[in-house]
C-alpha cells in the first residue's frame, strides 16, 4: 500500500483521527531501515522502483497548496502526520521539513497537531532528535524488548540496539507517545511473560506521556501472523494502566 503522492488525504487514522498525510520518500517506491514483517507497505524488496526523495522546497510547496485547498472546502484535519513509505527520518532534509511544517500548521490550521511516527533508530542524531522535539506527537516505535526479538520482528538494516534506542527515548523526558505492535508468528508471541514483563519495564523507565498499543489491521507481507483483539490487549497492559500510565489501545 504505498502513498503515491508526497502529501495524501486527509485520510482516517484509527490513531490520530483526521489526518493529513506527509511522505517523505520516493512517491512509487519504499525506503526503510526496518523490513518490519507486518509492514503495509510490504517488503523493502519490492519497493526498489523508485529512489528519488522529495526535497524540503517540494514538500513545503506540496504541503501548502494542500493546507489551502483543505481550508477552502472546509476540510477539517486533526493532524498532520509523517508517515508514508518508510521511515521519515533517513529523508535528509527532515529537521527542516519539520520546521517548515510547524510554520504552515500554524498559519493555516493551528489546531491541528504535528506528528510524527518513527521507528526511533536515528535518535542518536541531535538534529533529529532537536526536531522530533519540535512536534506535538512524537510517535516512537518499539516493538521489542530485546535485540533478537526486534531482529525478527523488525528485521533492521545495519546495527540495532535496544538500549541505544531506549537512551535517546529518556532524552524526550517523557514527552513523547510509544508505540509497540502487539502480534504473534511463528516463535514468538507479544503476550508472553518473556516479552511482555521487559517490555513493560521499559515502557516504566522512559514513562512516556501516552503509549499506543495496536495490532495487525491489513494485509502483511509475512504470512501466518495473528492478531490480539481490544479486549486481550487491554487485559494485558492492564498493569500499567492501574500505575496510571495513559494508554490507548487499537484492535
Known amino acids: 500500500m504505498l502513498r503515491e503522492d508526497t502529501v495524501f488525504g486527509p485520510i482516517f487514522s484509527r490513531r ?68 508514508g513509505d518508510g521511515e521519515p527520518t533517513l529523508n535528509p532534509e527532515f529537521p527542516r521539513i519539520i520546521r517548515d511544517t510547524v510554520s504552515l500548521r500554524d498559519a493555516f490550521y493551528p489546531s491541528a497537531k504535528v506528528s510524527v511516527l518513527t521507528n526511533a533508530t536515528r535518535l542518536s542524531r541531535d538534529a533529529v532528535t532537536e526536531a522530533l522535539r519540535l512536534v506535538d506527537n512524537p510517535i516512537l516505535k518499539l516493538d521489542a524488548p530485546t535485540d533478537a526479538l526486534a531482529a525478527r520482528i523488525n528485521q533492521p538494516v545495519g546495527e540495532y540496539s535496544v538500549e541505544e534506542v531506549v537512551k535517546g527515548m529518556l532524552r524526550f523526558e517523557g514527552n513523547f507517545i510509544l508505540q509497540t505492535m502487539f502480534l504473534r508468528g511463528a516463535g514468538f508471541d507479544s503476550s508472553s511473560p518473556e516479552v511482555l514483563l521487559p517490555w513493560m519495564d521499559i515502557v516504566r523507565k522512559v514513562h512516556p506521556r501516552e503509549v499506543m498499543v495496536y495490532t495487525i489491521d491489513r494485509p502483511t507481507p509475512a504470512s501466518g501472523l495473528q492478531k490480539f483483539s481490544e479486549a486481550q490487549m487491554r487485559s494485558l497492559v492492564q498493569p500499567l494502566i492501574d500505575e496510571g500510565f495513559t494508554i490507548q489501545i487499537k484492535g
Open 16 to 83: 490520530l483521527g483526521r489526518s493529513l498525510g506527509i511522505n517523505l520518500l520516493p512517491r512509487n517506491g519504499k525506503l526503510c531501515n526496518f523490513d518490519c514483517i507486518y509492514c503495509e507497505c510490504g517488503w523493502n524488496k519490492d519497493g526498489t522502483g523508485d529512489r528519488v526523495i522529495p526535497t524540503a522546497a517540494d514538500v513545503r510547496s506540496a504541503l501548502e497548496d494542500k493546507l489551502q485547498e483543505c481550508m477552502l472546502a472546509g476540510t477539517a484535519i486533526d493532524s498532520i502526520t509523517f508517515s
